[in-house]
């Protein structure tokens, strides 16, 4: 059985304010953890108004708190913006509250963008540029205590200090991310659901050159992918109208929380839109269980997935928790069934 786990974005509606989204987020992770999924991931992204949570070490706290055995984690903290100290401190922190449970998931990306990236980082440092591969090592020196000798930081501990860092995950949507995570021997995630890059691509080339080391060793590809499953196509393709309006305003840069199915269907579209929505389907999976497991078997097969990560997003919350029933299903996930 391929382990089947949840990413998590807190979607905001036009009908559902961000701090109901985020009370959704601890509903559904209750929901998932009783059916049998492996992880719940919370994403980071700042100032979108589609998105409530910020912060995935405060979701993933309130969440731990309320499961009993899903794995909990970062999809992901965006690096460029934290001090590695601080990620390493709130994250040991948390696998000393539920050890063994923590997921650290880590991103190249802002996770926003360029004004809001400056207020975040400008009373970090004055730098400039990508200076992810530095934050990591840091990061990773904060749990190996192998500073140079006379360092400053060799005084400085990141506590709890007997508490470990979660398992490292590195995510990505391109080969850059594939050959660093399989260099530095870690977890890899890739996201299909707004990649560019081909994931087979990534995932074979992450499986073949990975380089076993004190993190990992051997390699775990996850494939993440954005799903909408309903008992019969032409529902999961009415759900889904709100996902194709916004992603279609989202690639004009109009950033606004999920539509209702009801201002979707009554949009004007043109020929050219409807064109572009069809083009963006090559990243969503959409229909009744027997129809997207047969367009998704042969990503997974050829991906060689050691576990697939599902995004849904859909305007009714209740709905969104229906399509991962159906999806728990389709997959063969074991567990007790969500009451």
């Not at 200076?131 to 205590?145: C, G, K, M, P, V």
């Not at 991962?324 to 063969?332: H, K």
């Given at each position: 059985m391929l382990p089947l786990s949840v990413l998590d974005l807190s979607v905001v509606t036009t009908g559902t304010p961000p701090s109901q989204s985020l009370r959704n987020s601890i509903d559904l992770a209750r929901h998932v953890d009783r059916l049998g999924y492996t992880r719940y991931w919370l994403a980071e992204h700042h100032s979108l108004p589609s998105v409530a949570s910020p912060s995935p070490d405060i979701m993933i706290g309130q969440i731990a708190a309320v499961?009993?055995?899903?794995?909990?984690?970062?999809?992901?903290?965006?690096?460029?913006?934290?001090?590695?100290?601080?990620?390493?401190e709130r994250y040991k922190m948390l696998e000393a509250l539920f050890p063994g449970r923590i997921d650290l998931g880590l991103g190249r990306a802002p996770g926003t963008d360029h004004v809001t990236s400056h207020a975040l980082r400008r009373r970090l440092d004055g730098r400039e540029g990508d200076d992810f591969l530095e934050r990591l090592h840091?990061?990773?020196?904060?749990e190996t205590r192998e500073f140079p000798d006379n360092h400053p930081y060799n005084s400085?501990?990141?506590?709890?200090?007997?508490?470990?860092?979660?398992?490292?995950?590195?995510?990505?949507?391109?080969?850059?991310?594939?050959?660093?995570?399989?260099?530095?021997?870690?977890?890899?995630?890739?996201?299909?659901h707004f990649a560019s890059h081909d994931a087979v691509e990534a995932l074979t080339w992450y499986r073949k050159h990975f380089k076993p080391s004190r993190w990992r060793d051997k390699p775990h590809g996850i494939l993440a992918i954005a799903v909408i499953m309903a008992e019969t196509d032409e529902?999961?393709?009415?759900?889904?109208?709100?996902?194709?309006?916004?992603?279609?305003?989202?690639?004009?840069?109009?950033?606004?929380?999920?539509?209702?199915?009801?201002?979707?269907?009554?949009?004007?579209?043109?020929?050219?839109?409807?064109?572009?929505?069809?083009?963006?389907?090559?990243?969503?999976?959409?229909?009744?269980?027997?129809?997207?497991?047969?367009?998704?078997?042969?990503?997974?097969?050829?991906?060689?997935?050691?576990?697939?990560?599902?995004?849904?997003?859909?305007?009714?919350?209740?709905?969104?928790?229906?399509?991962?029933?159906?999806?728990?299903?389709?997959?063969?996930?074991?567990?007790?069934?969500?009451?």
């Amino acid at each position: 059985m391929l382990p089947l786990s949840v990413l998590d974005l807190s979607v905001v509606t036009t009908g559902t304010p961000p701090s109901q989204s985020l009370r959704n987020s601890i509903d559904l992770a209750r929901h998932v953890d009783r059916l049998g999924y492996t992880r719940y991931w919370l994403a980071e992204h700042h100032s979108l108004p589609s998105v409530a949570s910020p912060s995935p070490d405060i979701m993933i706290g309130q969440i731990a708190a309320v499961t009993e055995r899903i794995h909990v984690g970062s999809g992901g903290v965006m690096l460029p913006n934290h001090a590695p100290l601080m990620v390493a401190e709130r994250y040991k922190m948390l696998e000393a509250l539920f050890p063994g449970r923590i997921d650290l998931g880590l991103g190249r990306a802002p996770g926003t963008d360029h004004v809001t990236s400056h207020a975040l980082r400008r009373r970090l440092d004055g730098r400039e540029g990508d200076d992810f591969l530095e934050r990591l090592h840091e990061l990773t020196l904060w749990e190996t205590r192998e500073f140079p000798d006379n360092h400053p930081y060799n005084s400085v501990l990141a506590m709890p200090n007997d508490a470990p860092l979660p398992p490292i995950w590195l995510l990505g949507s391109s080969d850059y991310s594939a050959q660093l995570s399989a260099e530095v021997g870690m977890g890899f995630a890739f996201a299909h659901h707004f990649a560019s890059h081909d994931a087979v691509e990534a995932l074979t080339w992450y499986r073949k050159h990975f380089k076993p080391s004190r993190w990992r060793d051997k390699p775990h590809g996850i494939l993440a992918i954005a799903v909408i499953m309903a008992e019969t196509d032409e529902e999961a393709e009415r759900l889904a109208s709100s996902a194709d309006l916004n992603r279609l305003l989202r690639d004009r840069g109009q950033y606004s929380p999920l539509p209702s199915v009801e201002d979707a269907l009554a949009y004007p579209y043109s020929e050219a839109e409807r064109a572009h929505i069809a083009r963006n389907r090559s990243r969503l999976f959409v229909g009744s269980p027997a129809t997207v497991m047969q367009k998704i078997s042969p990503l997974i097969s050829a991906s060689e997935a050691d576990e697939v990560m599902v995004i849904t997003a859909v305007y009714d919350h209740d709905a969104r928790k229906r399509s991962y029933d159906l999806l728990a299903d389709a997959f063969g996930v074991a567990g007790k069934k969500a009451v």
